[in-house]
């Protein structure tokens, strides 16, 4: 074991990445476009990570021992594993080769260029982050490249700051890959963990050599049940691997982290590993409180720290310190040498509630963003070395904020808690299937009736006008002739293409969901709240922090208008409870099924109203459906009967003549195809093109027999699929489901995507559908 220092008392996994005012963004995004060469771009990345160390010495954590991590990223940190480990996918060898410099090859991974298609992404464990998916065959490259790490290390010191190197670790890397095109048949990229672990251990032996006294390695594959191999069979991995790193004879201290989720089930078991400190997720899981007890969790953790992972770094409440230091103190007691932390990476929650300025002073005082936390971090860990009198005071600070978020006026709603709470099972139940398919008749759906799933493209001149809007350049009756000028416009092309179910276009939302935290109570909106969510794009999510209702209709007026304009049917279009909770901060202090039943009836009220107002056809999304779904198996059953719950709660008040659309896309649903059955929608589209119709199959066999509309055009990319390759897919879903089932549409929204690649391709789209027609 090296002879360092153990690592101080307060820690964090790491902190958010692109800015505080998005620097990181704009600095890569300057380089893409070659506005900016690339000594600029580096120079702009090391005064971001020089600007983090000191704002987390200044917040409270030590200068020295590796208590800073350094979770600076360019774009992904799983990216950055994949350049550390040399393994870049053979497709790309011509690339490396070539390269001017290791960023090249980076940004090529990770965006494509003319002649590679990007590493795909997926959401990192059940989180709205997206990391580059790596791509690993049997002939896959490894080899150490420690350069960026060593780098790092010595800015860091320069700064008399001693920090941490962070990675992602063997085990979850390789779990997180996918087998390449050119891997043979059988294939896992986990059947190379030893060849991995060899050079994880390269590298560990540069760090050690370059001055590292710590380095922490992520493995939240601990905690997922999502995984190739059964978690029981990924702590073995674990084991094997971290037996092999342990014992290498020249490396830094390692912290081995388990977040995400609960790793009660594997603790003792890792603290037995020749590691000198584990992480544990002590907000999403617990501690084992049978060994707690018993005396043999403390043997484990002999000669190793346990990194109590108390502050949220999901989400963005005020901790409750005085709760989180009974259990510090109690493994404290247990006579575990214990280090304050955060149940995960802070890269999941905006920087600082100072920059806020609009927000309700009452709500701020609730709320701690990333550099609260950090300070959180701090005050516990004084409490656990000075004792509880030293912090007594920020502890009853915190009380009272709890107290007042308790009481507090729209935390509780009287009047939305009654209405949950007489809310019966045939509140979602619609009415049987044949008989609404029958009342539908009179909407004149023709077979392989083609539509889009809601948004158009979002020109320049729509983000001016709706910024001239909010800084008050126009009023809102400009505004609002703006938009009913462009539904107007929308409508028109549709009906000139000829498509046959036409929507508004969504021109008046800046985002799906915060468009309706916008309109609803219980919402909040920040003005600096940005978070990651891949690469350089980041989002806003809203904060939902009291109970949800609908003071007045919100999609309704511009619905009409567009129905009023034309002959055919236009769809109403919502977003789901469901994705609505998951791209936004959520209310901690109750369960989130309660908080999406608020929701849902919100959403009830105005589907009620849309139909009011004369639109036959509702399309309530539901993409972020499958995202939600917890890592741990053993809560999948409640989520998904809560989840889908709220949906039916949402879609059930529609009378049988009402067609009622669901759209979900951004992940695999082969999965879940239960639950998808389950929102008893009348028509699912789902994303399905570039899988060629996988979904389909599955859908079919579980015997779904209500409209499905697999995508068949991928929206993702400027390219015009032709009639040809639209119809084939078309076709490939006719041989697997009955066709009176099947509607034609792209796989999602068309709002990042041009005008002129969105006619064309609807074009083709409305076309192949035409010949399929035909081919009977
Ligand atoms: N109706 C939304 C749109 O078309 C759906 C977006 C989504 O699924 N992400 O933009
Ligand atoms: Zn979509």
Redesign the pocket.
């Known amino acids: 074991m090296p002879e360092t220092t153990t690592l101080p008392n307060a820690s964090i996994l790491g902190y958010p990445r692109l800015g505080r005012r998005r620097e990181l963004k704009r600095a890569v995004e300057s380089y893409w476009k070659g506005a900016t060469g690339e000594a600029e771009l580096r120079e702009t990345a090391r005064e971001l990570r020089a600007a983090t160390r000191s704002r987390l010495v200044e917040l409270g954590l030590p200068v020295a021992g590796g208590a800073v991590p350094e979770t600076f990223s360019f774009y992904d940190q799983v990216l950055d594993a994949t350049l550390a480990l040399g393994a870049i996918p053979r497709r790309f060898a011509d690339v490396a080769a070539s390269a001017a410099s290791d960023l090249t090859t980076y940004f090529a991974l990770a965006r494509g260029d003319d002649s590679h298609q990007p590493l795909e992404m997926t959401k990192w464990f059940d989180t709205n982050y997206h990391y580059s998916v790596p791509e690993i065959d049997e002939g896959t490259p490894f080899a150490v490249n420690a350069d960026a790490l060593v780098g790092q290390l010595a800015e860091a010191r320069e700064q008399g700051i001693e920090s941490r190197p962070v990675l992602v670790g063997p085990v979850t890397y390789l779990l997180l890959a996918k087998a390449s095109d050119e891997a043979g048949a059988g294939f896992r990229p986990i059947d190379r963990l030893d060849e991995a672990v060899a050079v994880y251990a390269q590298l560990l032996a540069a760090l050690a050599e370059a001055g590292a006294t710590w380095v922490q390695l992520d493995e939240p594959a601990l905690v997922s049940d999502s995984l190739a191999v059964p978690r029981e069979q990924t702590l073995e991995l674990v084991e094997r691997a971290y037996t092999a790193l342990g014992s290498a004879a020249r490396r830094p201290r390692i912290l081995l982290s388990a977040p995400y989720g609960d790793a009660a089930p594997a603790l003792v078991r890792l603290g037995a590993l020749p590691v000198e400190a584990v992480q544990a997720d002590l907000v999403r899981g617990a501690l084992p409180q049978g060994a707690l007890a018993s005396g043999e969790l403390a043997r484990a953790f002999e000669g190793t720290q346990l990194v109590a992972g108390v502050v949220d770094g999901r989400n963005v409440w005020r901790t409750d310190l005085r709760a989180a230091f009974a259990l510090l103190t109690r493994l404290q007691q247990a006579g575990i040498d214990t280090v304050v932390g955060t149940s995960n990476s802070l890269q999941h929650v905006p920087h600082d509630v100072a920059d806020e300025s609009q927000l309700d002073p009452r709500l701020v005082s609730w709320l701690a963003f990333a550099d609260q936390k950090v300070e959180q971090v701090a005050i516990l860990a004084r409490g656990l070395s000075d004792g509880a009198a030293a912090i007594e005071s920020e502890l009853a600070a915190v009380d009272r904020a709890l107290a007042d978020r308790a009481a507090a006026p729209g935390v509780r709603d009287a009047r939305v808690r009654a209405r949950v709470a007489s809310v019966s099972d045939a509140d979602r139940r619609r009415a049987p299937e044949r008989e609404r398919r029958e009342a539908q008749r009179p909407l004149g759906i023709p077979q392989l009736a083609t539509t889009t ?3 158009f493209p979002q020109t320049a001149e729509i983000r001016k006008a709706r910024s001239a809007f909010s800084r008050g350049e126009i009023d809102q009756s400009g505004y609002d002739g703006f938009l009913r000028e462009e539904i107007e416009r929308v409508i028109r092309l549709q009906e000139e293409i000829g498509l046959d179910v036409l929507v508004h276009g ?1 021109a008046e939302r800046n985002d ?1 969901v915060q468009y309706f935290a916008e309109h609803l109570d219980g919402f909040a909106v920040t003005e600096h709240g940005w978070v990651q969510s891949y690469g350089t794009r980041a989002t806003r999510p809203s904060l939902l922090w009291g109970d949800v209702s609908r003071p007045a209709p919100i999609t309704v007026a511009w619905s009409a208008y567009a129905q009023s304009l034309t002959a055919r049917p236009v769809k109403g ?1 919502l977003t789901g409870p469901v994705t609505i909770l998951a791209w936004s901060f959520v209310r901690d202090d109750q369960p989130l099924g309660d908080t999406a039943a608020q929701v849902a009836l919100a959403l009830r009220d105005e589907i009620d109203d849309l139909v009011g107002a004369g639109i036959g056809i509702v ?1 309530v ?1 539901e ?1 972020a459906l499958r995202e939600l779904l917890p890592l741990d198996a053993d809560r999948q059953a409640a989520y998904l009967e809560w989840s889908v719950g709220a949906f039916r709660l949402a879609t059930g008040g529609a009378a049988p003549e009402v067609q009622i659309h669901t ?1 979900l ?2 992940s695999e649903f082969g999965e879940i195809i239960e639950a998808v059955d389950g929102l008893d929608a009348d028509v699912t589209s789902i994303e399905a093109a570039r899988s060629r119709m996988d979904v389909v199959e599955p859908l079919g066999a579980h015997g779904y027999s209500r409209g499905i509309g697999p995508g068949v055009y991928d929206i993702h990319s400027p390219r015009v699929p032709s009639v040809d390759e639209q119809a084939e897919l078309i076709r490939i879903a006719a041989a697997r489901i009955p066709g009176e089932q099947l509607w034609v549409n792209p796989d ?4 990042t995507r041009g005008y002129e690649e969105t006619v064309a391709s609807l074009t083709n789209l409305v076309l192949a559908a035409q010949v399929v027609r035909a081919d009977e």
């Open positions: 799933i809601g948004s969504e799906m279009m399309q999304d993409p759209h896309c951004y999602c929204g068309l709002k």
